[in-house]
Structure formats: structure tokens, C-alpha cells
């Protein structure tokens, strides 16, 4: 299911705010009779069980303008939120005294060792855009991100992302005009940080296993894991001539993770 609604405040300026939710359901029943050859003469009933959902909401302001017909603007700012959840439940019985029942035969042979598993996580971002262009030939983009996951713990949960990006249309400029076999030249250059957060949930967190009344320490726990950061500078330079017949591209990057 998803859905959204759109406000446009003023000329330029518009609200958007969506929701979008996944649900899914699943039920198994299994049953393997004693006469069956791989039952060895016990044989089988299972039942298990599965649910997850995950939904997101997204929130982003936009405001897109031109000032006297050489400034361009465009602004957007948001937060967005999003949850995951499942969890799956499975139990089995064996030594079955009758065959009537099939998969409900729980209470007619001997309990097998039931399992079960639950997992959650989410994540909150808060994010702004603003894009700068003059005259079509100079063109700046700066942006900002914050991102919390609870995937990592209470010392290092939020993780900041900036970058900065910023091109050159030289072959907009006064002194091409005369360079007819020059379509098209340009020169980028951004530097930026960007953030991952695929890591096990909960993993900052210690885990503990008993067996046999003893108990052991299976993870430990590292309250200061953190936001794995990618750090990317790039200059490049792109050239098209012969009306766009022969294209160019050349970059320069260094990229640290």
C-alpha cells in the first residue's frame, strides 16, 4: 500500500508527504505419516509461522525558482523514517501414536525442539539539498545528510554526510563562440560522504548463550561501532565536437572507504 498528498504553499513551493507500508503473512503445516519409509515409523508434524512488515514515510519541501532570468534555485529538505520488522515461529512433533490428525497431531507424540526468531530495526534521516545554477553556465550543488540507525549504539548512532559539487560550462562562455567544432566542454569537480549501514542489527550489543546451566559470552559488544564512511573527490572534464559525433570524458578520483 502507498500513498501521498501534495502541497504547493506558495507559487514555487511545495510540500510533499507519502507513506508506503509491505506486509506479508506466511503459514507452514507438514506432515510425513509412520508408514512412510523416511518417517523410520515415528513420523512427522510441523507447524511454523512467519510475519514481517516494513513501512516508510517520507516528508520533503521543494522550492524551485528563476530570478530574473539568470539565477535558478532549487531547494529540498525532508525526513524520512522507516521501520523493519519480522519475526517466524516453527515447532515439530515426533513418535506419533496415530495418523488422524496430520500436521495437528501435537498432542499425540513426543515435542521436537522448537525454534523461533524476531528482528527489528529502523532508521530516521534528516536530509537537504540545494542546487545553484547561473546563467547555465556556472552550476553549484551542496548537500547534507543525517542519518541515525539502531543498528549501532547510543555513542556513535547518527552518521553526517556532506558534499559539495560544482561544474563549469566553458563552452557557454563568450570566448567559444567563435570554436564552432566544439559542442560542448565542461569541467566537474565534488568531493562528498556517504554512509552504510548493512551490518547485523543490534550488533554493538552483547550476546550471551546457556547451555547446560553454564553461561558464555558468544559476541561482545562495542558500544562505539560506527557509521562505515565512504570519502570520494573527483575532477573530470567532459568534451564534445563535431556537433556531438565524438564525445570525450576524462576523470581524476580518489575514493577512501
Do not use: C
Not at 545528510?145 to 559539487?165: E, L, M, T, V
Amino acid at each position: 500500500v502507498n500513498t501521498f498528498g501534495e502541497l504547493e504553499i506558495i507559487r514555487g513551493l511545495k510540500l510533499r508527504s507519502s507513506i508506503g507500508v509491505n506486509y506479508r503473512n506466511s503459514g507452514t503445516e507438514r506432515f510425513v505419516p509412520t508408514g512412510v519409509f523416511s518417517a523410520r515409523g515415528v513420523g512427522l508434524a510441523a507447524k511454523g509461522s512467519g510475519q514481517s512488515y516494513d513501512w516508510l514515510n517520507e516528508n520533503t519541501l521543494t522550492y524551485d525558482n528563476t530570478f530574473n532570468g539568470i539565477h535558478a534555485i532549487n531547494f529540498t529538505g525532508g525526513f524520512t523514517a522507516q521501520y523493519w520488522h519480522n519475526k517466524s515461529f516453527n515447532a515439530s512433533i515426533v513418535n506419533l501414536t496415530t495418523n488422524l490428525l496430520e500436521a495437528n497431531s501435537f498432542g499425540v507424540g513426543t515435542a521436537g525442539n522448537p525454534s523461533s526468531n524476531f528482528s527489528d530495526h529502523s532508521l530516521a534521516s534528516y536530509f537537504a539539498r540545494a542546487n545553484y545554477r547561473l546563467m547555465d553556465k556556472y552550476l553549484l550543488t551542496l548537500t547534507m545528510r543525517a542519518d541515525g540507525s539502531s543498528r549501532f549504539g547510543q555513542n556513535d548512532k547518527w552518521g553526517y554526510f556532506p558534499s559539495i559539487a560544482g561544474a563549469w560550462a566553458i563552452s557557454k562562455e563568450n570566448f567559444m563562440k567563435d570554436v564552432n567544432w566544439i559542442s560542448n566542454l565542461k569541467l566537474r569537480a565534488s568531493w562528498g560522504v556517504s554512509g552504510n549501514q548493512e551490518i547485523p542489527n543490534d550488533a554493538y550489543q552483547t550476546v550471551v548463550s546457556q547451555v547446560n546451566g553454564v553461561v558464555n559470552i558468544t559476541r561482545y559488544g562495542n558500544p562505539d561501532l560506527k557509521w562505515e564512511s565512504t570519502k570520494q573527490t573527483d575532477i573530470g572534464l567532459d568534451l564534445d565536437i563535431l556537433e556531438n559525433h565524438l564525445s570525450f570524458t576524462a576523470d581524476y578520483y580518489n575514493k577512501k572507504t
